[in-house]
């Protein structure tokens, strides 16, 4: 089973770059996009802020974005015949363009993607019904997480996908002692594409993509089993003979079906004062206590020296190691970006535990004064983080 990917549009699988898509395509579900191109492409370039180029009359966005729609479940288009320009969009396009649906993270989102998303795709062509289904997400997954239970650095390279996951004819509906059990094979698969679908993978808030590996946080026995034994269970269902019908049934959401909880092991606790039970609060902790992206973060930056007082921390504790943390800049909703090298360092910092208590119940006092509960913007929090930085360098 050949697998297969997007290539070359990863800045469009950003997470928060995907809401803002499935906004815009509800806006044109069910219509032929064909006459009004011009319409659709100021729409979604606007709202996106992303370009959609080639700006050309023969280069129309069907041609150039219809899989990256596709292989995130927001949308695609009927094959052939009169209605191939009708945009038809997805129960996930939907639900993530609603500010009241099931999807309230990238967690969410992939929680409830993992356990579908198989091969063969029907977005590809030569998609055949009676091929054996793989399910490439939990079959990594599985991978990892075996990699852990046996004291192993749980991580992966596209090298070892190859020779682990696809020689071995994986299909991700394996249990966990087979993938403890797997042995290198050789493998002449050429899977370039799929180093893209690693990283856009790495946006899982327990997994970290750098040094062209995928890195597994380490996990609670309870993470563990509910992952094992919900999200990490292809889902059941015959497939569709037809490639469009088996694209909508893939991308059907269970308006009843609910997604563990996942947190990783971290010795930063949590700064209750600042989080007050808010969930968007909680999510943007988690991103700064990931011990993988402090790791990734001190690999970058091996001084230990807070990015606001400038001071050394192996000088000022000389029983130290790196007491740095890791402060991100964007708002409390935002996602660590992915870039084509994998995880992003471009908007987080380093900051001393006291420095980085200041700027949270700074956010806090802010955040409360203007009566909201996020930044509105990614300029906004970089903006309020500026005010918080001069405020405590002049107190």
Same mark, same amino acid.
């Given at each position: 089973?050949?697998?297969?990917?997007?290539?070359?549009?990863?800045?469009?699988?950003?997470?928060?770059?995907?809401?803002?898509?499935?906004?815009?395509?509800?806006?044109?579900?069910?219509?032929?996009?064909?006459?009004?191109?011009?319409?659709?492409?100021?729409?979604?370039?606007?709202?996106?802020?992303?370009?959609?180029?080639?700006?050309?009359?023969?280069?129309?966005?069907?041609?150039?974005?219809?899989?990256?729609?596709?292989?995130?479940?927001?949308?695609?288009?009927?094959?052939?015949?009169?209605?191939?320009?009708?945009?038809?969009?997805?129960?996930?396009?939907?639900?993530?363009?609603?500010?009241?649906?099931?999807?309230?993270?990238?967690?969410?989102?992939?929680?409830?993607?993992?356990?579908?998303?198989?091969?063969?795709?029907?977005?590809?062509?030569?998609?055949?019904?009676?091929?054996?289904?793989?399910?490439?997400?939990?079959?990594?997954?599985?991978?990892?997480?075996?990699?852990?239970?046996?004291?192993?650095?749980?991580?992966?390279?596209?090298?070892?996908?190859?020779?682990?996951?696809?020689?071995?004819?994986?299909?991700?509906?394996?249990?966990?002692?087979?993938?403890?059990?797997?042995?290198?094979?050789?493998?002449?698969?050429?899977?370039?594409?799929?180093?893209?679908?690693?990283?856009?993978?790495?946006?899982?808030?327990?997994?970290? $993509?750098?040094?062209?590996?995928?890195? !597994?946080? /380490? %996990?609670?026995?309870?993470? #563990?089993?509910?992952?094992?034994? =919900?999200? &990490?269970?292809?889902?059941?269902?015959?497939?569709?003979?037809?490639?469009?019908?088996?694209?909508?049934?893939?991308?059907?959401?269970?308006?009843?079906?609910?997604?563990?909880?996942?947190?990783?092991?971290?010795?930063?606790?949590?700064?209750?004062?600042?989080?007050?039970?808010?969930?968007?609060?909680?999510?943007?902790?988690?991103?700064?206590?990931?011990?993988?992206?402090?790791?990734?973060?001190?690999?970058?930056?091996?001084?230990?020296?807070?990015?606001?007082?400038?001071?050394?921390?192996?000088?000022?504790?000389?029983?130290?190691? $790196?007491?740095?943390?890791?402060?991100? !800049?964007? /708002? %409390?909703?935002?996602?660590? #970006?992915?870039?084509?090298?994998? =995880?992003? &360092?471009?908007?987080?910092?380093?900051?001393?535990?006291?420095?980085?208590?200041?700027?949270?119940?700074?956010?806090?006092?802010?955040?409360?004064?203007?009566?909201?509960?996020?930044?509105?913007?990614?300029?906004?929090?970089?903006?309020?983080?500026?005010?918080?930085?001069?405020?405590?360098?002049?107190?």
């Amino acid at each position: 089973m050949m697998w297969r990917w997007d290539q070359g549009r990863l800045k469009y699988f950003q997470f928060d770059t995907l809401r803002e898509i499935a906004k815009v395509l509800v806006k044109f579900d069910h219509l032929d996009l064909g006459p009004i191109e011009d319409k659709f492409r100021q729409n979604i370039m606007a709202d996106t802020g992303m370009p959609f180029a080639p700006d050309k009359k023969d280069y129309p966005i069907k041609r150039n974005y219809k899989r990256v729609f596709q292989c995130v479940f927001l949308a695609t288009f009927p094959t052939k015949g009169p209605q191939e320009n009708t945009l038809l969009v997805t129960d996930f396009c939907r639900d993530l363009a609603s500010d009241n649906g099931l999807i309230k993270n990238v967690d969410d989102y992939f929680l409830r993607y993992i356990p579908k998303f198989s091969f063969p795709f029907p977005a590809f062509d030569g998609y055949n019904p009676n091929d054996t289904r793989t399910y490439p997400f939990c079959a990594i997954l599985k991978f990892l997480i075996a990699r852990q239970e046996s004291g192993l650095e749980s991580k992966i390279s596209l090298d070892e996908v190859t020779r682990y996951i696809v020689a071995n004819k994986c299909t991700g509906k394996e249990d966990l002692d087979f993938y403890k059990n797997l042995t290198p094979n050789d493998c002449d698969e050429d899977l370039r594409q799929v180093r893209e679908m690693l990283i856009f993978f790495s946006q899982l808030s327990i997994l970290k $993509y750098y040094n062209k590996h995928l890195y !597994l946080e /380490p %996990l609670s026995e309870s993470t #563990k089993k509910n992952l094992l034994h =919900t999200v &990490l269970v292809p889902e059941k269902r015959d497939p569709a003979s037809d490639a469009l019908d088996e694209f909508m049934q893939m991308t059907r959401l269970d308006s009843k079906s609910v997604t563990p909880e996942i947190e990783a092991f971290t010795d930063v606790p949590l700064d209750l004062e600042f989080i007050e039970g808010d969930r968007k609060k909680v999510e943007h902790f988690r991103i700064e206590r990931s011990s993988l992206l402090r790791k990734y973060y001190r690999d970058k930056n091996p001084e230990a020296k807070c990015q606001l007082c400038q001071k050394d921390m192996r000088g000022v504790y000389p029983w130290t190691d $790196y007491m740095l943390e890791i402060h991100h !800049l964007l /708002p %409390l909703a935002s996602t660590i #970006k992915i870039s084509t090298s994998g =995880t992003s &360092l471009d908007d987080v910092v380093g900051l001393c535990p006291s420095c980085h208590k200041a700027i949270h119940i700074y956010y806090r006092n802010w955040l409360k004064e203007h009566n909201k509960s996020d930044f509105s913007t990614k300029e906004e929090a970089k903006e309020i983080f500026s005010s918080a930085l001069s405020a405590i360098k002049n107190a």
